[in-house]
């Protein structure tokens, strides 16, 4: 199957999936995450459309950055952890980050992008599980995470993420998904942009898009199994 397949393919399942769940196809955005795969790849589906992807290192998709960065209408967003020291080149190369989870992290992103004379759009990684290798605020963080992030001008917060436990079953996903929408429910009176639920990976975001997610990021069901070299 190519690049292009694929994406017609996943356009066809969300919107499947959004009717299923009474909701519209338009409030449900299709992310690509490209992460180990070629700047080819991202080009291939930058003519099928597609223009929301998803890179997981920054210095990865600073590789990548030369061969994508001309492309028009492109909206990347860094969708893996970002350490202190790569916070200027993020806020440089990626249109929006998608994973903050430290006041001193998003401190560094708001110089960063006063500098560049550019706001960014955020969202808070929430950790719902209790494993060890996962990034993310723990839930009751939250309101004081979000009340920390007002100061912070060049930065526009606008929804939580979460990445659940991995299983084969989706269904396993489901009371994460379910969680996550609570959290933002409960927090949008005080901060009404936080409307986004960035939730549901290639094979549970049917299970997501039925739980409210507004963004599913996926990657192998475009691109392909990934490998790691
Ligand atoms: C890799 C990755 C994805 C995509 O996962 P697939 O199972 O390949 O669809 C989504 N979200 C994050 C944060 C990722 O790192």
Not at 71 to 78: F, R, V
């Amino acid at each position: 199957m190519s690049i292009a397949s694929n994406i017609e393919r996943l356009r066809n399942e969300v919107a499947d999936a959004c009717a299923r769940a009474n909701r519209r196809a338009e409030d449900v955005a299709l992310m690509a995450v490209s992460k180990m795969h070629p700047a080819e790849a991202i080009l291939e589906a930058h003519a099928a459309g597609q223009r929301l992807f998803g890179e997981n290192r920054v210095q990865e998709a600073q590789a990548k950055s030369a061969q994508i960065a001309q492309l028009e209408g492109l909206d990347l967003h860094l969708i893996g952890p970002l350490q202190n020291n790569k916070t200027a080149k993020a806020a440089e190369i990626f249109h929006a980050i998608d994973a903050v989870d430290s006041l001193k992290t998003a401190e560094r992103l708001n110089s960063a992008a006063q500098a560049l004379g550019k706001t960014l759009p955020l969202l808070i990684e929430v950790k719902l599980s209790h494993e060890e290798t996962k990034h993310g605020l723990a839930p009751e963080e939250l309101p004081a995470f979000l009340d920390g992030l007002q100061p912070f001008s060049f930065l526009k917060p606008q929804g939580l993420m979460t990445v659940p436990p991995w299983s084969d079953d989706p269904e396993t996903a489901r009371p994460y998904f379910q969680h996550l929408r609570r959290l933002r429910d409960e927090n949008v009176a005080q901060h009404p942009n936080l409307t986004q639920l960035s939730m549901g990976m290639s094979h549970d975001f049917r299970v997501a898009i039925e739980e409210g997610s507004t963004t599913v990021r996926i990657g192998t069901a475009i691109f392909g199994k990934r490998s790691y070299v």
